[in-house]
Every structure is written in C-alpha cells, then in structure tokens.
C-alpha cells in the first residue's frame, strides 16, 4: 500500500533549489507520520512525501514516481536485505538507513553498503532530518554528474566510446523486444591529419567541436552521437522505418557538415565518410554493429572519400578476409617471408648502361605464392605494418649495397620510403646510423617519396627529409606527374631527382603529344638542377625518344624485371 500525504508549507528554513520527492519506507504507519511530519516542518516547499509499508510496495512506487531520496526504516534485527532490494530498482536514487537503535557496527555496515546515511529513529529532529536529505541528494548528484563526466569526451562535451557502447547495447536490447530498427553511422574526416598538419592543432580541436555542434544539433531526442576517438564520431539512430530512412540520414549529414566551418580568422570546409549498418532481428553484440559501420566507413573511403556506404555480406566477407590478410601480413614479417628483388636502373647518357637496382618488396605467401607490393602494401601503410616492412627493406638493401659495391663501386640502391615513415622523427637519425655501421657510402642509398605522401608536406616531413639529406643520403620524387606537387613545393623540398610517371611513356615513341609532356617535365627538373629517371620503359623507340628529350636514367621491363639477389648481382657482374 502507498499513500501520498502532499505539499507542505510551514517554517522559515531554506528551500532547497529543485522540488523534492522523499518516499519512506516502513511497515509502521506511525513511525511514518511522525518523519512526515518532521518533513513538513522542516521543508518551506516544493516537497513530495510518499509512504509504502513494504519494499515491494517501494519499488512500484519508484518504477512509477520516481524520488529525490528513499528514508529506510530498518528492522531491529539489523536486515539489510531491502537496502539492497530498493538499490536494485533504483541504483541512482539515494537511501537513508533509519534504525530503531544506535549501533555502529551495523551503521558501518549500512554505509558500506550504499547508504547514504544513517540515522536512529528517537533521535532524528526536523533539522537534522532536512541536513540529512539535502546532502545525500546533493552527494548523489554530485557522484551521478562525476560518473557521466568520466563518459564524456572533454574537448567535445560528446559521450564517450564506453557511454556510446551502452547505449547501443541498451537499443539494441530494445529492438529485440520491439522488432524495431536501428543504425550507427561511423564517420569519419577525410584528410584530418593535413587539416592538422597546415592549420594546426588548436585549428584542428575547433573543427572538430564545430562538428560536434552540427551532429547534435541533427539529432531527435532519442538518438546519440559520440566521439568515438580522434576525428571519427559514431551516431546512434533508432526506430527506423527503413534502410532509405538511414541512407536519407546519412546523405543529410554529409550535406550538413560540408558547409564551410569558421575556425577563428579561417574558414574551411570538409567532407566525411559514412559507414551505415542496421541491426534488427536476431541478437547481436554492441561490438559488432560497430565494427560492421566501421567496415563499410573504409568501403567509403576505399571508393573515394566524401561518401556513405551501407554494411552487407560482401562488405562482411571483405572484412573477413582484411583481417586475415592483415594476420597472415604479421605473420610474415615475423615468419621471414618477406623477399626483396631488384630491379635495374639504367643511365641513359651515351649507350645505356646498368647503374643502379629498385629495392622492392614481394611476399612469399605459404599458399597463393609469390604476392607484388600491389596487394599487400596498400593494407601495410594502413595498419603501420609498412614500417616494420619498410625496416627489413632497407637493412636488406644495406647489406647489398655493401656486397655489390665491393664489384662496381658507382651503383647505387633505391629504396621506397612510406609517408609513415616521413612523420617518425627518429627515423632519420636512425638510418644515419645503420648506414655507418654498414660502412656503404650515403650517397649510393636513394630513398624514393611519391608525391602524394609530400602533398601537402608537413613540417615533420620537411625535418625528416632535410636531416637525411643532411647525412648524404639521396632523394628522389617517385611517380612524379600523378600527385600534386607544385613548382614552389618541389623547388623548397631536398630532392635530388625525379621518377617520371610510366603513363607519360605509354606512346612516347611515336611522337604523339606525351613527348612534348616528358620535355616539359625533364626541362622543370633540369632547371632546378635535378636528375630525372623514367618508369615503365618497355621498347627502344621509347628509349631513343628519352635520350633525345634529355632524360638521364631509365628503368622498366626492357632492361630487367625485378629479380632475387642473386639474379641481380649476376647482372650487375654482366653489366
């Protein structure tokens, strides 16, 4: 049974600031009527009293009323078995233990058992009753505001990984009961680390609040968005329609945050890529809606950036195979299947002649054979294993250098670089090493950088590159005419020469308009006082043309495929 006794409005106490339910638990009607009235007399207003005589009566009450504070009345036994009832019901709501006597032992019992006071009956005054409340209520508060502070994401103000995760968990025990769908959006900002690189961090911490601002402001009432951690957000949306009602939501997103963002004195647009999965039907973990949006979020990017992409089985299988993919690359670094081949480099001034070998990487895979960087490298630079790759390239080329020098002492070596590797500023200093203990001259290692990790170069890329070239080393542009590299970024990098494109060469042996390219470009590198190599030279018409445009070096099939060591060496012998 429970009872309602109203509002009271008596004494000239402090009111405390929000109106106030106390619900009071105990079998004894009197004893109840005699803290009520305490109540009242120490409250002015906004005061609710609820009476229930049994813990089940209590926990109806909370379900359906909710309150501010629970007043326990304890039986003389000392049984704390409905402070733990009542604390199962409502975990947030504060409890008081009133007992029948005092007794520390079981006051310290009480305490350590979640209550937030205690207190005995006969010695209880309005004062000391009202003190009571107001502090549990305030300490709850208090631990309750703490408790989501440490959920939230502090440049944001956003929920967190962990509250995101418990509230999907929470939708999607919902959906199961309902039938209900629901979807996460994994999305994420395109090109946000040259956004940090160019305008700096402080520049790159408001965008992203900004961007939190737009999301939220997106949302119904029911729906979250969190920051899942660095520039990727994850938005949680439930009863859905349909699949279209999540691809409607995910095209107004992308349109949303596209508009231009003021970043103090700068102003700046950016695009998102969007990963959908909808989760209805039978029982799935919160993990694996994630890890689905997450999937199909890299299908967007994969496909060009700056669009969404809706999770399905394909999209499952690819991940699958990602994953195992990328154990199998772990595997092989550790396994000792990696190789490296060699591929010849020519000089082109007077009759060709070998003067140098490409360092490149291949992957004896146990069961599909001998892999090209092609298929494995792209995953490589994306999970970081390209720098432990990237390691046992150049320590193989090293020890080659150093044998093959001791037969011609003018070749030299080349040895792709990764853009991971061109923001590691110890890497420099550490090569300068391993090229000393190797006793290999520093001007025999070229060290290959394509345009697209210089574009746009960021100053730790800048320093990496100055302290190799410091140290002798050389450097060379790879793939040059594909990225997009500037006049003024190519004249203010340490380079030493460029790699032209193969798709420049693809008729350049019957005068067509690629010549006029080639020259164009052979004539900027020249003027800067650069060497230049062309790729993919396949025919002699092709060689003929290079030498008459001025190109100083070559390689491509003509001359050589990439080969084992051994192979190379006895090239190198021949040449």
Request: net charge negative; glycine share 8%; aromatic share 4%.
């Amino acid at each position: 049974m429970s009872r309602d006794w109203g509002l009271p409005a008596t004494d000239d106490l402090a009111a405390m600031a929000a109106p106030v339910r106390v619900l009071l638990v105990d079998h004894d009607s009197h004893g109840a009527t005699l803290l009520a009235e305490m109540l009242r007399t120490a409250w002015i207003e906004g005061l609710v009293i609820a009476h229930a005589e049994h813990v089940k009566d209590a926990a109806r009450e909370l379900l359906d009323h909710g309150a501010s504070c629970v007043l326990l009345s304890i039986e003389v036994t000392g049984d704390l078995q409905p402070l733990a009832y009542i604390q199962g019901c409502a975990p947030e709501v504060p409890i008081i233990v009133v007992a029948h006597r005092a007794d520390d032992a079981l006051a310290l019992r009480a305490v350590r058992s979640g209550a937030q006071d205690y207190l005995v009956k006969n010695e209880v005054h309005p004062i000391r009753l009202y003190h009571a409340i107001s502090y549990a209520i305030e300490r709850n508060r208090s631990a309750v505001r703490l408790a989501r502070q440490a959920l939230r994401d502090p440049l944001t103000g956003l929920p967190d990984r962990a509250l995101f995760l418990d509230r999907l968990a929470v939708a999607l025990d919902r959906s199961q009961r309902t039938g209900a769908a629901l979807a996460v959006l994994f999305l994420d900002v395109d090109n946000f680390k040259e956004i940090n690189d160019s305008l700096g961090h402080a520049a790159g911490d408001l965008l992203l609040g900004g961007l939190a601002q737009r999301l939220s402001a997106m949302l119904r009432p029911m729906d979250t968005v969190a920051r899942f951690g660095g520039d990727e957000f994850t938005l949680l949306f439930e009863d859905l329609a349909s699949e279209q009602e999540a691809l409607l939501i995910a095209e107004r997103i992308s349109r949303t945050v596209g508009l231009p963002i003021r970043l103090e004195d700068d102003e700046t647009s950016i695009t998102v890529s969007i990963g959908i999965a909808i989760a209805r039907g039978p029982e799935i973990a919160a993990e694996h809606v994630i890890r689905d949006a997450d999937t199909a979020m890299y299908r967007a990017k994969a496909l060009g950036r700056s669009r969404y992409e809706l999770f399905d089985e394909s999209l499952r299988r690819r991940g699958m195979e990602r994953i195992e993919l990328e154990t199998a690359l772990r595997n092989a670094i550790e396994g000792s299947e990696l190789r490296v081949h060699y591929q010849p480099k020519v000089s082109l001034n007077g009759p060709w002649h070998l003067v140098g070998f490409e360092a490149l990487v291949r992957w004896e895979h146990p069961e599909r054979g001998l892999l090209a960087p092609s298929e494995f490298m792209a995953l490589a630079e994306e999970t970081g294993l390209v720098v432990p790759i990237g390691e046992f390239v150049l320590e193989q080329a090293l020890q080659q250098l150093e044998r093959w020098r001791a037969i011609k002492p003018e070749v030299t070596i080349s040895v792709n670089l990764s853009a991971r590797q061109l923001q590691d500023t110890g890497f420099a200093p550490a090569l300068a090493s391993a090229v000393e203990a190797s006793g290999s001259d520093p001007r025999a290692l070229c060290l290959e950088i394509t345009e697209s990790a210089l574009a746009p170069s960021s100053d730790v890329a800048l320093q990496v590159l100055h302290r190799l070239k410091a140290v002798g080393i050389t450097l060379a542009i790879d793939d040059y005419g594909t990225g997009c590299s500037s006049l003024s970024s190519l004249k203010r990098l340490p380079v030493d020469a460029i790699k032209i494109h193969e798709s420049f060469l693809g008729d350049l042996g019957t005068g067509s308009e690629q010549a006029s390219l080639v020259r164009a470009i052979v004539e900027l590198a020249h003027a800067l006082g650069l060497g230049t190599v062309a790729e993919g030279v396949e025919t002699d018409a092709q060689v003929e043309q290079l030498r008459r445009l001025g190109c100083d070096g070559a390689q491509g099939f003509l001359f050589g495929r990439p080969a084992p060591a051994p192979e190379a060496e006895a090239m190198l012998r021949w040449s």
